[in-house]
């Protein structure tokens, strides 16, 4: 084989014995092809290093054959960016769309990067991450009718694709945790208001306090999605102002470990002191903090789901949209103490 020339789907077709368009089909997984002819066109198309011809293909098609992923910048977040990229990207592999990435940086304006994005025509579909209540995007796209899917749940959800978390559940559980770990004045510290998440996750954690008779408090001068050198402070602040309960909730992990480092400087510790659960966590979470009970990040899951729902809205726009809100997987025993 010639390695100065790109591979082709007829230099896979010539090393399998196989007709390109058969290669064709096996690299967009077909579902009438056997999985081991699919696997073994992948693993030749894999050692020779082949891509699709993005360039070819929008001219046959029209189409750019790109999904874009609009993802957040913010130092917090990166650890679940990699994994809910990853598992995108994992999710189109089967496809002939490729996946890129459109940084959202914090001073720039998200929909102005994003009508750039439509109206270069550089992507067939858009992943929107960290998606608000009221966002902008979605409703632009909503009115351009450009196809989209979002990692959170928008004003206008029953309308679009998207994967979320049953946050509602996700308060009653960890209310429930803490009161059988005995814990009677807790706190929440739920993702900023303008997510759909926020008033969720209060409403399933007041229900439960109601049930269960304990204080819920949710606290105020930071957020879930605060900068950590505030959350720390104010954390510390309200230790050593001895408000700082026996019980703590955190919808996410960056949250999490900023607050626990302001608490011990005022010289309070989670097992002892008080007991946490987190959502969202890395695995990393439960190794620095062995005494926190951790609900697993979904990011994988979500970049997997988000990628085939985006699919599904190129090749068939008037079906139905895909919607998934994932609930937590045992209710006996919902979290993993590591």
């Not at 054959?65 to 990207?89: D, G, I, K, N, Y």
């Not at 439960?208 to 402070?233: C, Q």
């Not at 602040?237 to 900023?258: K, M, N, P, R, T």
Request: net charge negative; glycine share 8%; with cysteine.
């Amino acid at each position: 084989m010639d390695t100065t020339k790109r591979p082709t789907l007829k230099t896979i077709a010539g090393i399998t014995g196989l007709a390109v368009p058969t290669v064709s089909r096996a690299l967009k997984g077909a579902r009438d092809i056997s999985q081991a002819t699919k696997d073994r066109v992948r693993q030749v198309a894999d050692e020779i290093g082949y891509v699709p011809n993005h360039a070819g293909i929008r001219l046959r098609t029209g189409r750019s054959h790109v999904v874009t992923m609009l993802m957040s910048t913010e130092p917090e977040l990166m650890t679940q960016t990699a994994l809910f990229v990853r598992a995108a990207a994992a999710g189109l592999r089967a496809s002939d769309y490729a996946l890129s990435i459109a940084p959202s940086l914090p001073d720039g304006d998200p929909l102005a990067q994003l009508k750039y994005v439509v109206s270069t025509q550089m992507a067939d579909a858009l992943i929107l991450d960290r998606v608000t209540l009221d966002d902008p995007r979605v409703r632009h796209l909503m009115d351009i009718g450009h196809p989209f899917v979002t990692h959170g749940r928008s004003r206008w959800s029953a309308d679009h694709a998207f994967f979320d978390v049953d946050h509602a559940q996700l308060g009653a559980e960890a209310v429930a945790r803490l009161v059988w770990k005995g814990r009677q004045s807790l706190r929440l510290v739920a993702p900023s208001a303008d997510q759909f998440a926020a008033a969720h996750l209060l409403e399933g954690a007041r229900l439960a306090a109601d049930t269960y008779d304990v204080e819920l408090e949710l606290v105020s001068g930071f957020d879930a999605d605060s900068p950590g050198g505030h959350i720390r402070a104010l954390a510390q602040e309200i230790a050593v102002g001895g408000g700082a309960g026996d019980g703590w909730i955190f919808a996410s992990a960056a949250s999490c470990l900023a607050a626990l480092s302001g608490f011990a400087a005022a010289g309070i510790e989670a097992g002892s002191d008080f007991d946490v659960v987190v959502h969202d966590a890395p695995s990393f979470v439960g190794w620095a903090q062995p005494m926190v009970h951790t609900v697993p990040s979904r990011a994988e899951a979500a970049g997997a789901f988000l990628a085939r729902a985006a699919i599904a809205r190129i090749t068939n726009p008037t079906a139905a949209p895909l919607q998934h809100i994932d609930r937590l997987p045992s209710l006996d025993d919902p979290f993993t103490q590591t």
